[in-house]
């Protein structure tokens, strides 16, 4: 199943000190803003850690973790752990198509200010179910003492939009004769919001060309949820012509676009009938 991950927002929680306006450059949690685990395509998180600026001094971050809690879950999932120590610990779960990778500048020779710890968490097989609150927490010292950081972000799922085209009337073969009336609907099951372009190809050409007269598109009507229990809607689109003799093998396109999908599309092609 074809789905999307949407990320809707991430906040920065910390704890003000006496005397000190800042006190560190934040943890980050950030992910890809679309991600669709399609060939070529993958959900990609990071979790990172800097140097901790104190008013009076510079400590060091000791480590962080990366955790997640999922949607109706309670308990915390860790996902990967690394240490300036260059202690690593993290597991695939099995079945899972994860990558996990570890960047560190921690060298003597690297100037303090440009030390970090990176976490690089890749998944190639997104699922409705890794929905959830995705957490990176940086630990460091402060006064002899361990104060830990966290960066959140709230990750939701939906499933990729469906598209669908169907041509009235109905013909066999979808052949038609010169002069018929033929409306070409193109519909989209997915968010509320989406863009519909129309394009068409005639028989001896390569390239697309666009339409854009004799469109009307509807207003979204509220549908079924979709795979992953995200509100679904069903915008429907339609080309209304007149079957011309040049319009034989012509092949027509409705593309879709929405800020959370990649781009997709559906085709048909007509015919003439002698």
Known sequence: MLLLILVVFFSIVST???????????????????????????????C?????????????????????????????????????????????????????DFLQATQSHVPIKNRNLHIRWRLFDARCNDAGLYECKVSFFHNDNTIALKGQQNISAR??????????????????????????????????????????????????????????????????RDECGARGYETRSHLAFKMKKQDDGRMFECVVRHAYDPQQSAKLTLSISC
């Open 16 to 46: 003000a000190y006496a005397g000190q306006k800042e006190i560190i450059r934040p943890s980050r949690l950030a992910s890809d803003d679309v991600i669709v685990p399609i060939p070529g395509r993958f959900l990609t998180i990071n």
């Open 159 to 224: 499933a990729l939009a469906k598209v669908s085209m169907k041509v009235s009337p109905e013909k066999r073969e979808n052949q038609y004769y010169e002069n018929d009336e033929v409306n070409i609907s193109c519909i989209v099951f997915g968010p509320r919001n989406v863009t519909i372009s129309w394009f068409s190809r005639p028989a001896n050409l390569r390239l697309l060309q666009s339409v854009s007269t004799n469109i009307t598109t509807e207003k979204p009507v509220r549908s079924n």
């Open 48 to 100: 990172s850690a800097d140097q901790v600026s104190l008013s009076r001094s510079l400590k060091d971050v000791i480590g962080i973790d990366f955790n997640r809690r999922l949607r109706g879950n309670k308990t915390r999932e860790s996902i990967a752990t690394v240490s300036m120590l260059g202690e690593t610990n993290f597991e695939i779960p099995d079945g899972r198509d994860w990558t996990i």
